[in-house]
């Protein structure tokens, strides 16, 4: 059988061959086996300020996080919920995140938590993982791209740090906090 080289292609396993048969049947195992062990990584972790698990055991692709505002940063001490929407064909396609904690921040649409991040649109690669895209969300809150903005307001405020945090904390609801 002549090689493959689609990048969606499935896996070849240690002996070489790829199972065409039931292709249709892999992808989803595939993607369950990914998220299973970027599950695992992440649990196994030692990055800080970070986590992300499934909401259900059922549904392995719908996934609920945490990112806290890294220290040195205007976000130190505040920490943001996030939803993880994986697609069927991850890791192909980037999965779908947004922030259900109000963040304010030049990258992230204040009402609906949309992020406006390279790695999670045009840049994406399939080398990328949960851990990878929470990292870098992380980093993102230090050092917004306001070049891009989704929220033109905090990026013409991000030069004044005590207006920026006024407005940050005028938004900003504790996790937990139901008001």
């Known amino acids: 059988m002549d090689q493959i080289t689609s990048p969606l292609a499935p896996p070849r396993s240690a002996s070489g061959k790829s199972s065409l048969s039931g292709a249709a049947n892999e992808g989803p195992q595939n993607v369950t086996k990914r998220l299973s062990n970027e599950l ?9 300020g970070i986590s992300a698990f499934p909401k259900s055991d059922a549904n392995l692709f719908e996934w609920a996080g945490t990112i806290e505002g890294a220290p040195g940063t205007i976000y130190s001490g505040l920490t943001f919920k996030i939803s993880i929407l994986f697609p069927p064909n991850y890791p192909y396609v980037a999965p779908t995140i947004k922030f259900d904690t109000p963040c304010y921040h030049p990258n992230v649409d204040i009402t609906g938590g949309a992020i ?6 045009d840049k994406w690669s399939a080398v990328y993982s949960v851990q990878t895209i929470l990292l870098s969300l992380q980093s993102l809150l230090g050092e917004p791209n306001n070049a891009s903005p989704l929220n033109p307001d905090a990026a013409q405020l991000w030069d004044d740090p005590e207006q ?6 005028k938004f900003y609801r504790p996790i937990g906090d139901s008001s």
């Open 116 to 121: 406006c991040l390279d790695i999670l649109q």
């Open 40 to 48: 695992m990584a992440l649990m196994m972790s030692s990055s800080p």
């Open 164 to 169: 920026y945090k006024v407005q940050l904390m």
